[in-house]
């Protein structure tokens, strides 16, 4: 059974590992049951609220990237949410480690021109969700409302 903790716990990033990477956890609130993944940053920027992450390319660990359309299912983490470093406000910074969602209601970046709604979403450029045909696409979200236009965050279930 997966290790139940707080919602500001799964929200502090830190610039040294305090878990082992990979490590999974989970969450309650309001809108459910959330699994998280802890990981390293190693996308060579700061990660953006409702940006997707893919393990980065040649990594052996829990590193992260931004996802592009190379994120399968099968290479898709998860999607930065809100974070705090040392109780502020903060980006998930490179090179930090931290947790992202893998499994739950959260928030993802649209693409430019916005989502329509009940849209299964699969991974685009820079860490952003689209649109994506069953069966041609690996999908990996699933947003009720549609996703406003101009890549703004919108609430979508992120799929395991």
């Given at each position: 059974?997966?290790?139940?903790?707080?919602?500001?716990?799964?929200?502090?990033?830190?610039?040294?590992?305090?878990?082992?990477?990979?490590?999974?956890?989970?969450?309650?609130?309001?809108?459910g049951t959330k699994i998280w993944t802890?990981?390293?940053?190693g996308s060579g920027g700061s990660?953006?609220?409702?940006?997707?992450?893919?393990?980065?390319?040649?990594?052996?660990?829990?590193?992260?990237?931004?996802?592009?359309?190379?994120?399968?299912?099968a290479r898709f983490v998860g999607v930065a949410q809100t974070y705090t470093l040392n109780g502020v406000s903060s980006l998930f910074l490179d090179n930090y480690f931290g947790f992202v969602l893998s499994s739950g209601y959260g928030r993802v970046l649209g693409i430019a021109a916005?989502?329509?709604?009940?849209?299964?979403?699969?991974c685009v450029a820079a860490g952003e969700f689209n649109a994506g045909t069953i069966g041609t696409n690996d999908l990996v979200a699933f947003n009720s409302v549609a996703l406003a236009a101009g890549t703004v965050a919108g609430s979508a279930y992120i799929k395991p």
């Open positions: 059974m997966l290790t139940e903790f707080t919602s500001d716990a799964v929200s502090a990033i830190d610039s040294t590992a305090n878990y082992k990477l990979g490590y999974k956890v989970f969450t309650k609130d309001s809108t802890y990981v390293k940053n990660l953006k609220v409702g940006q997707g992450t893919m393990i980065k390319d040649a990594s052996a660990t829990w590193e992260v990237a931004v996802s592009t359309t190379a994120a399968s299912a916005g989502v329509g709604a009940n849209s299964s979403l699969t």
